[in-house]
Each structure stands twice: as C-alpha cells, then as structure tokens.
C-alpha cells in the first residue's frame, strides 16, 4: 500500500497533462523545448552544485554509463534479428536503455531504505541525467528524420545546454563559488518546476497518441530489456563492484525502475517514434506495479 501511496502522484501528475491536453490542446513540441533547453540545465547545476563528489561517484558512474551500454548492445542484437529500421532501433534504445530514476526510483528508495539510501539514490539520479543528456540525445537525434547520422547526432550532444549547466554546476562547487540566497532561490524554483513539467509534457503525448497502433512485439522487447535483462545485468556489476551491501540493493532496484519520462522529451523533441517511446514509457510504468515488487523480493 506504501508503495501505491508513491506511484498515485506520480500518474497523477500524468493525468494533469493528459486532461489538459484532450479538452484545451497545446503545442506538446514548444513545451518540450522550453523544459529542455530552459528547465534541465538548471536543474542538473543545482544538483551538481550541492551534491558532494567521493568515490561512490566514480563506481557508480562506471556502473551506469557500463549498464546503459550493455542495454544498448542488447537493443541492437534485437534489431539486428528483427531487422528494424536506424530509426525503429533508436526509438527501441530510448525505450529500454534509460530508467527513470528522479521522480520514481528515489521516492521508492527513500521508502525502502530511509535516509541511509538517499545519498546512493541522489548519485545515480545525477549520474542518470548525465548519460540520458548525451547519449539520449544522441540517439534521438540519430533516429531523426531531419538528421544525417552519427554527425547530427554529436552535433546535438554538442547543443544539449543540459551538458553545460553540469559542468558550471560542478566547477562552481570544486572553486567555491558562492551563490546569494536570492540566486539559490530562483535556481530551485526553475529546478523544481523541471520534473513536473517534463511529466506534464508526457501526459500531454499520451493524449495524442493510441495505444492500439502499438507494435505490439517491439514493445514486449522494450518491457523485457527495461524490467527484466536491465535489472539482471545490474546484479552481474554488483557482483564486482566495491559498493556495500545497501549500495548494491539499490543499484539493482534502480535499474529495475520503468522507461524515463526524459526519452519521451528526446524523442518528441527529434521526432524519433514519440509514439512508441511514450507507449513504451506508460505501459512499463504500469508494468512496475508488478515487476518491483518481485524484484523487491529477490533483492531485500
């Protein structure tokens, strides 16, 4: 029932868009933009800014960027079987190779573990915003329509503002830089506003979208790598990693978590299956309802 009281805000907040969109319409693609290129970079300074760097970071970076990679060549020995499309395979891989891991996996951990497992669950939630904004988006853009491959694609990483709020966010805080009280308070108020507003777009594409136009068996392969392969090979990393017990629970639960509502933004933005890739998003979180506490079972 816990676990209920955490997923009822979360759909929620999808209802928002959803509703919104099927009685008054908006321009999903501008909104998305705005929380793209306005909203994440502030919101990824602010959690490099405050967060504090130790080695947790550099394995979990390592464990996060190796996974999201294993997922990625899983993606492409599906594709390559099925023989997909360059642009059928990149809406696959933002389908299955991204968790969401802010506004889903850090509640469910804080739930399960208490403060003790926040920090873990805030370093790969950062360490999670870094890979999506990068290798994403490099997917995205090279399942474009509009683009020419490997080049458009780095061409994009390049643009992603998302990329250098990081940066000024981590240099801030390794020279000491200090930020007034009424700058600090306006960065946390765009900040906070991002990941409502990204799941608000998300309700909104789920409005213009039908279920019924689903590939029904590409989205089973996106839902067995996402809830299933992703939280097998998390084990196999634990298995090597010098994390603590606790770590490695929550490395596993993390990756057990449904699709990101980010990819959905990627793929509206790019125009890389939006469809597909918020189907895939809804129906995984839907999914999580059974899968998690499975996995809950194995792990705790």
Known sequence: MQFLSILLPIFGIFAIGYVGQKKIGFETKNISKMALYLMSPVLVFRTFYTTDFNMDYLYLTIYTFALCFFLILVVYLLAYVQKYSMKETCGLILASSFMNNGNYGTPVVLLLFGAAGLDAAIVLMVIQQIVMCTVGVYYAAKG??????????????????????GIMGALFQLLHIPLSSAVLEAVSLVADAAIPTIMIVLGMQLANISLKNMKEARLGYSLLVKLM?????????????????MVKQIMIIMAAMPTAANTTMYALQYGTEPEFVSGATLISTLASLVTLPIIFTLVL
Do not use: N, Q, W
């Open 144 to 165: 474009s329509p509009e683009g020419d491959g490997i080049g458009s694609a780095i061409r994009a990483v390049k643009r992603m503002p998302i990329v250098y709020g």
């Open 229 to 245: 392969i992703s939280p097998f090979i998390a084990y196999l990393f634990t298995l090597v990693l010098p994390v603590d017990p």
